[in-house]
T-cell receptor, first 113, second 113 residues
Framework: GESVGLHLPTLSVQEGDNSIINCAYS??????FIWYKQESGKGPQFIID?????DKRQGQRVTVLLNKTVKHLSLQIAATQPGDSAVYFC????????????FGPGTRLSVLP | DTAVSQTPKYLVTQMGNDKSIKCEQN?????MYWYKQDSKKFLKIMFS???????INETVPNRFSPKSPDKAHLNLHINSLELGDSAVYFC????????????FGEGSWLTVV
């Protein structure tokens, strides 16, 4: 299930199931978006990106969907594995080529055996 | 070889001290950043440099002073450390300012006691 509030939102999924992590971005001028994965004790790691002229982009086991109408971004992970357990962040560029990326609050993905 | 490397990884120091965190990238990127991540995992940009020139300076106390001796290095010096400075500091780089992926270092865990 998913929980929100003062703590980091957490999504728990069974190993082998698909995961969907959602992100609402704030700036309608944003035209470049990135999903990052942060494992415990490490820095954020690039997963996949998408530009605003697309609404879907696929990588290896991951798919990013962009809905500009409602300013919503999602990350889908197929056949979730224990190694996918991490905190996931979406980032938007604010339409600013000065690279002032704004990061979302993050979602913790826990993969249950 | 680590693309974005920062040292030290862990730093415990007393209030009032001055400390520095060093960062180097071997990706040939023009743009470098410092981000701060608080205890709730919220990531916020502090500074951005492009070819040794300051581009972004968010609302950060002037006790924090970045220095870029060349485009492959961006060091962060902090004067008169306070308890609230305890956080994880991430160095990052991107090819340039034109909406490209940001690559992060592994982080420096600063604890002020």
């Amino acid at each position: 299930g998913e929980s929100v509030g003062l703590h980091l939102p957490t999504l728990s999924v069974q190993e082998g199931d698909n995961s969907i992590i959602n992100c609402a971005y704030s700036n309608s001028a944003s035209d470049y978006f990135i999903w990052y994965k942060q494992e415990s004790g490490k820095g954020p790691q690039f997963i996949i990106d998408i530009r605003s002229n697309m609404d879907k982009r696929q990588g290896q086991r991951v798919t990013v969907l962009l809905n500009k109408t409602v300013k919503h971004l999602s990350l889908q992970i197929a056949a979730t594995q224990p190694g996918d357990s991490a905190v996931y962040f979406c980032a938007e560029n604010g339409g600013n080529y000065g690279q002032n990326f704004v990061f979302g609050p993050g979602t913790r993905l826990s993969v249950l055996p | 070889d680590t693309a974005v490397s920062q040292t030290p990884k862990y730093l415990v120091t007393q209030m009032g001290n001055d400390k520095s965190i060093k960062c180097e990238q071997n990706l040939g990127h023009d743009t470098m950043y410092w981000y701060k991540q608080d205890s709730k995992k919220f990531l916020k940009i502090m500074f951005s440099y492009n070819n040794k020139e300051l581009i972004i300076n968010e609302t950060v106390p002037n006790r924090f002073s970045p220095k870029s001796p060349d485009k492959a290095h961006l060091n962060l010096h902090i004067n008169s450390l306070e308890l609230g400075d305890s956080a994880v500091y991430f160095c990052a780089s991107s090819q340039d300012q034109a909406g490209n992926t940001i690559y992060f270092g592994e982080g420096s865990w600063l604890t002020v006691v």
